[in-house]
């Protein structure tokens, strides 16, 4: 079946560094825009980074662009999102999502990671 496992998160200190990992398997992750999100306490879900499906374009939140790197690995089916120079505003529960590049009703969804940025 289709799984999307994040890792990685836990509490950093503000200006500290995280690496998050999200795991693919049960479908064809080459063939997938992936992308990172989160969504702190109160808020709606927002978008913090993605990823073409080749990894050549990406894109992010001007909240945490220069910041935060997206990356992947299709030989591994993994995605990370570096993030450094964190601030107590990224304390948020951090998802990835699958979206099939030409199907954009196909996607997934992983379980979410806390990351919580305090001193």
């Known amino acids: 079946q289709v799984q999307l496992v994040e890792s990685g998160g836990g509490l950093a200190q503000p200006g500290g560094s995280l690496r998050l990992s999200c795991a693919a398997s049960?479908?064809?992750?080459?063939?997938?825009?992936m992308s990172w999100h989160r969504q702190a306490p109160g808020k709606e879900r927002e978008l913090v980074a993605a990823?073409?499906?080749?990894?050549?374009?990406?894109n992010y939140a001007d909240s945490v662009k220069g910041r935060f790197t997206i990356s992947r690995d299709n030989a591994k089916n993994t995605v990370y999102l570096q993030m450094n120079s964190l601030k107590p505003q990224d304390t948020a529960v951090y998802y990835c999502?699958?979206?099939?590049?030409?199907?954009?009703?196909?996607?997934?969804w992983g379980q979410g990671t806390q990351v919580t940025v305090s001193s």
């Open positions: 999502k699958a979206v099939h590049k030409q199907i954009a009703t196909l996607y997934y």
């Open positions: 049960g479908f064809t992750f080459s063939n997938y825009v």
């Open positions: 990823i073409a499906s080749a990894g050549a374009i990406t």
